[in-house]
């Protein structure tokens, strides 16, 4: 069965980075795309971006441009999203989802971001 | 580009049905036929309820359904649950990027 199994919680002070490991296991890791989607707390979700894994290719969200690098690494099937520049603000749970056509058809458990100084 | 307007809340007793809209725009909602639903438990990851617009994926209950009209989306419920307390998003494709709504809680009274 498709899964997408996230690294562990993360406790980063402002100004540093973050990188959070997807591993997908269950299907051909170059057919689908995958997205990253975060929640901070109490708040809804917001799409960040996505990436081919076949060519690496990505897209950002606008409020995400310059601070979100989403890469992946297909000998083990896992993709990366590292966010610079931390903020309090940044403070959430990051999913990574696999793209379905125009859809997210499965999800990883979420990888708590804090930020504290 | 600005999330998809939900009601923060709907609610309704067992067995009721109910209807969560979502508006978006020309550019979103008004143009893309793949909208898509999604169900949040609390601690829970999104799950998958209605893609493309209308169709249910293998599991879900027939008691979803979506429809669209314009710039506006809605997913109903019928015969509701307690299992159907949750959050509920909708989400837009947009040229290559997405734009999730604003959620709406389901409560069952």
């Known amino acids: 069965q498709v899964q997408l199994v996230q690294s562990g919680a993360e406790v980063k002070k402002p100004g540093a980075s973050v990188k959070v490991s997807c591993k997908a296991s269950?299907?051909?890791?170059?057919?689908?795309?995958l997205h990253w989607v975060r929640q901070a707390p109490g708040q809804g979700l917001e799409w960040m971006g996505i990436i081919n894994p076949r060519g690496g290719t990505t897209t950002y969200a606008q409020n995400f441009q310059g601070r979100l690098t989403l890469t992946r690494d297909t000998s083990t099937s896992t993709v990366y999203m590292e966010l610079s520049s931390l903020r309090s603000e940044d403070m959430a749970v990051y999913y990574c989802a696999r793209g379905g056509s125009y859809h997210f058809d499965n999800w990883g458990q979420g990888t708590l971001v804090t930020v504290s100084s | 580009q600005s999330a998809l307007t939900q009601p923060a809340s709907v609610s309704g007793s067992p067995g009721q049905s109910i209807t969560i809209s979502c508006t978006g725009t020309s550019s979103d909602v008004g143009t893309y036929n793949v909208l898509s639903w999604y169900q949040q438990h609390p601690g829970k990851a999104p799950k998958l309820m209605i893609y493309?617009?209308?169709k249910r994926p293998s599991g879900v209950s027939n008691r979803f359904s979506a429809s669209k009209s314009g710039n506006t989306t809605s997913l109903s419920i019928s015969g509701l649950q307690a299992a159907d307390e949750a959050d509920y998003y909708c989400?837009?494709?947009?040229?290559?990027?997405?734009?999730f709504g604003t959620g709406t809680k389901v409560t069952v009274l």
């Open positions: 269950g299907y051909t890791f170059t057919s689908y795309y």
């Open positions: 493309e617009g209308t």
């Open positions: 989400c837009s494709y947009v040229g290559n990027t997405r734009v």
